[in-house]
């Protein structure tokens, strides 16, 4: 589209327009030039729309017969865009949206978006009619955040039908919903959603300004979003929530949190997002109040289970066999006798194994997913054990740490969890339990330096006295009754959320 | 790219360094007992390991070597073994009595096993009666590895009191408050071992033995509060009578007047009937039972007097650790008397008097 | 570096975690001070003398809230005086820091690496905190929490159970007590106190300045209660004389720790692990509050850089060091002086301080 000037006004010659357009989608078959005389005075019409983004029948039937019908076409020359406008949408009342366009780069925008786009000869306004109906998915119970007891209903790939799902859940005036556009090409529609009176401002200003600092070509994902948009995308832990589920994501924004919806990913974003926030689900406050404290408790117990126990298991064999009750020693010594790898070899080996069928599962249709598990836990581990390539111990070591991951809540915080432990495991082998506690140690510092939108990410520990309100809904839930604050962190002006 | 020089540093260091300790599991050798005898101007050494095998049964290897100390002898293991010695897991050292009978090499095992970082301190300690190396040969059927044997045997009579000493650590403290410990002695019984009596130590020396019942008067006045005293066997009125007492309360009176010593225990026993004669209704007759008291406190202040003329006049040791009580409550009369302590206590006037209650009789009358 | 400010629980948890090291560094001290077990009457007369100093420093310091004991000392004495008052913090600081490294990397490469250099224990503790100190205050302030809960707090809870089979009557005699070593024993026991030092430069940075005179006098209560069971619980498991023997008391203490049904059967190693992270994390402390007085005394912007000054001269200090145990017989007459400079220059501050706010009235 070189020497072509979009951002002039639209020409009152159709045909100059016409000639433009074509220029611009040269070679697109899918963009439908529709070209018809109107009126007594066979005033020129051009209607444009792209061929499986738009609801034909609502523009052919409904908007065109009663616009051509109703708008005084001469006179609609020499209106001015908002008598226009006020004269189109008293007579095309059955399109909802109508919006008058003056250049013709809106004009493409609006086409390439699904919208149908009418240009009047003589007339230097194009009128878009609001006709978007793509084919899309259904309303489904969310793939990766199943829940025993909750909603079944997940966010899908339109934007608009994820947030009519959220204003289902809170019915506030003060919910207020931003909309902005990322992407030089794919010109993604996103929207920022929070409550005015409940949300922190500093966070919001600080979501508002690095999104409107994205400079990238395409949005595919909201990934891509969250990776430009959070403090350290180094760090292994992420530092913005993603959820499929609209509860979850109108809980975040009663807690005076920014939920971030993206055109095309069927998942919204939610800033910030701390430690404690991974560690929590939706089934937590649709549960009883005591079984949801002794399972957020074992989600807490499972955390050094994930990260530690094949290092430990390294550790102990390698450096410090003491540590273990004597039978045990004696046993663990009489079981990798023959065993040609030594522990931390095993280790990793087992660690790999683990990753190649969780990844291979991932990848394989359901009918044969249940396949790999056979596959991987029967016949790799045991036959591993038999062939004493393996000790039993470490097979169970790591069985026990695969089960303990899927009890992490967020898939990514726990995929960074995963690939922590290779790290653990390789300090344990070189420095046994001393080489661990180093790692341990580094671990807190980065996790105490990690920001998420300004909020340290391991709020309320890191000032646990300041903040202690907040330790009621970390480890323990508190009853529902007793559910009355926002977390302090946030520091919002309205601190009270009754009985939700 | 400092963040990848950052990288590529620690990478090194922890690729390229550490690994020095490690040592497999499967190739260390674990000490599970060990045995020292003196032999000549050296030490024997024994040692017992279980031998690694997934079987159901345990077997061990016994090991022996001289040396001049535990370092010398696990040198020379390690220049005769194709595995790394280890001594954490020791659950058990036994001292040959002619060791235990030499202080200078008592001092010397006791500081290094006290000194060393590995060696646990809550290791569990016993005098052999002989030679420790026969206690660690013996084959017991029931337990092939006499080290968890006499581990276990040690911590249950510990806990139910009939010993004072059970661990290396403990036996270091009372040798250095008091200068004297009871360690238990560990015999051969037939196809086993037992632990009936103790060896006295006084200033890292084995100077004599406590029998089972001087042992258990002893430990009365140490431990009142878990002590047991099984089975006062009395005849009374021609009917053999055995009593168990249960709950024992005692109060002591420790006086110092210039340099003469007054000791006196009260001993208040709440005893249970055992066994006595089936048919014979005597317990019935409140009298018949003052009777079985006095004959029974009679034989325990026979028992305690012979004991404390044992410890006082033989031994000349305060096995009651009367002088840590004194130190601690009437420091500074002790304090004048501090340097000839022990002739003070051999002539001092110690006395038990007992008091008996029988609490029950059974589920029969 | 700029604006970060630490809360005032924050503050007390640095305080309180970075006494306790010390007091546990300066324990065998303390044991061999005094003749009988009336240690903790030395304890509570330094807690006395220090609650004293914290209420007339805060009171005199409070129109410089934000400033550091080197900034207050630039705007009340001579160059040169405060000059000297900097490198003599920072001197301390560094010796503190190299101490507490040495020794507790003998006790790792004792008890769980013996193979291992000490050098390289040394060098990875080290970078590891001075990681973390180049990060700032407010990373500090939220290790420090963090640590005091998921390590200090079990760390005592472990040891508490190292009193089975302890004898309680170890604590006796009370009297005729040894006066002259109870009081010989003061400048140690407020040494061990290390936190006075520190809180005349971490009070600057708390938040709410006004909470720091209670926060302060909360840390030397808490700090005094640790002090205490922990001298206590030493001497009824060993008992005096063998308590005075103990080169390493908590690594002693650590191997009796008897919890019903556990199954580890070295505990120590246990307690060495949740210890290396408080010896990692008062390291990283010092280094930070080593760095400021360094800014304030060289007068700097930042002072983040000073951590690579830092690196070099602590690790040559800790590798060159001899270890505690050989140390003791030398090093009574340093504590005096030390111990005597820590309450001397912050009272003295106080006192010019309090003299020209009077004059300015």
Request: hydrophobic content about 45%.
């Amino acid at each position: 589209m070189k020497n072509l000037d979009l951002s002039q006004p639209i020409d009152r010659d159709i045909n100059k327009n016409e000639q433009v357009l074509r220029k611009v989608f040269e070679n697109t078959d899918d963009i439908i030039f529709r070209k018809f005389e109107a009126g007594n005075t066979k005033l020129k019409i051009l209607l444009l729309y792209v061929d499986g983004m738009t609801t034909k029948e609502a523009i052919s039937e409904y908007a065109i017969e009663n616009l051509l019908m109703g708008l005084n076409l001469e006179k609609a020359q020499n209106m001015s865009r908002a008598q226009l406008e006020h004269e189109i949408a008293k007579t095309s009342i059955a399109v909802l949206e109508i919006q008058v366009l003056t250049t013709l780069e809106e004009c493409v925008d609006k086409i390439l978006s699904g919208e149908t786009v009418l240009l009047i000869d003589s007339c230097n306004k194009a009128i878009m009619l609001s006709s978007r109906g793509w084919p899309m998915r259904g309303v489904q119970e969310p793939s990766a955040e199943t829940l025993i007891r909750g909603a079944r209903d997940g966010f899908n790939e339109t934007m608009k039908v994820n947030i009519s799902l959220i204003r289902r859940r809170l019915r506030d005036p003060k919910l207020k919903i931003k909309y902005a556009q990322v992407g030089k090409r794919s010109k993604t529609d996103i929207a920022i959603l929070y409550i005015e009176d409940l949300v922190n401002k500093t966070v919001l200003e600080t979501v508002e300004k690095r999104i409107n600092n994205i400079e990238i070509d395409a949005v595919l994902e909201s990934s891509y979003i969250e990776e430009m948009i959070e403090d350290d995308c180094y760090s292994p832990f992420p530092q913005i929530e993603n959820t499929e589920r609209p509860d979850a994501a109108a809980s975040a924004l009663l807690e005076g949190r920014v939920v971030i919806a993206v055109d095309n990913t069927p998942s919204v974003l939610i800033a910030p997002a701390i430690f404690v926030s991974f560690m929590q689900s939706s089934e937590d406050y649709y549960d009883r109040w005591l079984p949801t404290c002794a399972i957020r408790l074992l989600r807490y117990i499972a955390l050094p289970i994930v990260m530690l126990l094949p290092a430990l298991y390294v550790a102990v064999t390698q450096y410090h066999p003491n540590l273990l009750p004597t039978q045990l020693s004696l046993y663990v010594a009489a079981s990798r006798a023959n065993v040609p790898f030594p522990p931390y070899f095993e280790a990793l080996l087992m660690e790999l194994v683990i990753e190649l069928v969780r990844e291979a599962s991932y990848r394989i249709t359901s009918p044969v997913g249940s396949t790999i598990g056979l596959v991987g836990g029967l016949v790799i581990g045991q036959s591993s054990v038999e062939a004493g390539l393996i000790t039993p111990l470490a097979v169970i070591v790591v069985a026990l740490t695969a089960i303990a991951s899927f009890t992490i809540p967020s898939y990514n915080f726990g995929s960074s969890l995963r690939l922590i432990r290779f790290a653990f495991i390789v300090l344990a082998a070189t420095f046994g339990l001393f080489g661990i506690s180093i790692g341990l140690s580094f671990l807190t510092i980065h996790l105490c330096t990690l920001k998420s939108c300004g909020i340290p990410y391991m709020t309320p520990f890191v000032s646990f006295v300041e903040n202690k309100r907040d330790l009621k809904d970390t480890i323990i839930r508190p009853r529902i009754n007793n559910l009355v604050r926002k977390p302090d962190y946030l520091h919002m002006e309205k601190k009270e959320r009754k009985n939700v | 790219m400092k963040k990848l020089i950052l990288c590529l540093l620690i990478f090194s260091i922890v690729f390229l360094s550490g690994c020095w300790d490690s040592v497999e599991i499967n190739k260390r050798e674990y000490l599970f007992a060990v045995g020292i005898d003196k032999k000549e101007d050296k030490l024997s050494f024994i040692s017992e390991i279980p031998k690694i095998n997934e079987g159901s049964q345990e077997e061990r290897l016994v090991y022996s070597n001289d040396g001049e100390s535990f370092a010398d002898f696990y040198h020379l293991n390690y220049l005769h073994s194709d595995k790394v010695i280890s001594d954490r897991l020791m659950q058990v050292i036994v001292l040959g009595e002619d060791l235990a009978r030499d202080s200078e090499r008592m001092k010397r095992i006791f500081d290094e096993i006290q000194r060393s970082p590995q060696m646990n301190r809550r290791v569990k300690i016993c005098i052999a009666k002989g030679r420790a190396e026969d206690i660690i040969r013996m084959e017991i059927p029931s337990n092939p590895i006499v080290g968890r044997f006499l581990s276990d045997m040690l911590v249950k009579l510990k806990r139910e009191s009939h010993q004072d000493i059970f661990t290396f650590d403990e036996a270091i403290l009372h040798l250095g408050k008091t200068g004297i410990a009871i360690i238990p002695l560990v015999e051969i019984n037939e196809k086993s071992l037992k632990i009936e009596r103790a060896a006295i130590i006084k200033e890292y020396e084995m100077i004599g033995l406590l029998e089972t019942d001087e042992l258990e008067a002893v430990m009365l006045l140490l431990d009142p509060s878990n002590a047991n005293i099984r089975n006062i066997n009395i005849e009374t009125e021609g009917a053999a009578i055995s009593l168990d007492a249960v709950d024992v309360i005692m109060t002591d009176d420790i006086r110092l007047e210039g340099e003469k010593l007054m000791v006196d225990y009260y001993v208040t026993l709440y005893c249970y009937i055992d066994s006595f004669i089936i048919g014979n209704n005597s317990l019935e007759d409140r009298n018949f039972i003052n009777r079985v008291k006095e004959e029974s406190i009679k034989k325990l202040s026979e028992i305690s007097e012979n004991t404390l003329d044992k410890l006082q006049n033989t031994y000349k040791a305060d096995l009651l650790r009367i002088k840590d009580k004194l130190y601690k409550y009437h420091k500074s009369e002790y304090e004048k008397i501090r340097d000839k302590y022990d002739e003070i206590f051999a002539q001092a006037d110690i006395k038990v008097y007992y008091k008996m209650q029988i609490k029950s009789t059974g589920l029969v009358k | 570096m700029f604006n970060q400010d630490i809360t005032p629980y924050q503050n007390f948890s640095i305080l309180v975690l970075i006494s306790f090291v010390l007091q546990s560094m300066l324990m065998p001290v303390l044991l061999t001070g005094v003749n009988g077990p009336e240690g903790w009457i030395s304890v509570l007369i330094g807690a006395f003398l220090l609650f004293i100093a914290i209420k007339a420093v805060n009171k005199a310091l409070k129109n410089h809230s934000e400033d550091t004991i080197i900034s207050v000392s630039d705007k009340l004495f001579p160059k040169y005086i405060s000059k000297l008052i900097g490198i003599y913090y920072i001197l301390m600081f560094l010796t503190v820091n190299s101490l507490i490294m040495k020794d507790f990397a003998e006790q790792i490469k004792l008890m769980m690496m013996f193979r291992t250099p000490l050098s390289t224990i040394i060098i990875t503790i080290l970078l590891t905190a001075a990681y973390a100190a180049k990060k700032g205050i407010h990373t500090i302030a939220g290790i420090t929490n963090i640590v005091f809960l998921t390590s200090f707090i079990p760390y005592l809870l472990i040891i508490v159970f190292s009193t089975y089979y302890a004898d309680y009557s170890n604590i006796f005699p009370l009297y005729p007590p040894d006066a002259e070593g109870i009081l010989r024993s003061v400048p140690n026991a407020a040494l061990s106190f290390f936190g006075f030092s520190v809180l005349l430069f971490s009070n600057s940075r708390v938040s709410v300045k006004e909470k720091n005179l209670k926060t302060n006098q909360l840390y030397l209560m808490t700090s005094t209660l640790l002090y205490l069971a922990s001298y206590l619980l030493i001497i009824v498991k060993f008992g005096t004389k063998e308590a005075a023997n103990l080169v390493w008391p908590f690594v002693s203490i650590m191997k009796f720790v008897n919890i019903p049904g556990f199954f580890f059967e070295s505990t120590e190693i246990v307690g060495l692990c949740l210890q290396i992270t408080l010896i990692f994390t008062s390291i990283c402390i010092l280094a930070f509050f080593t760095n400021l007085a360094m800014q304030e005394t060289f007068k700097t912007r930042e002072n983040g850089y000073f951590i690579f000054i830092q690196i070099p001269i602590l690790y040559l200090m800790a590798a060159g060091l001899p270890g505690m145990y050989m140390m003791f017989p030398y090093i009574q007459i340093p504590i005096y002086i030390i111990s005597g400079m820590n309450l001397l220059i912050p009272i003295l501050t106080a006192c010019a301080a309090y003299r020209k706010y009077k004059r300015s009235i």
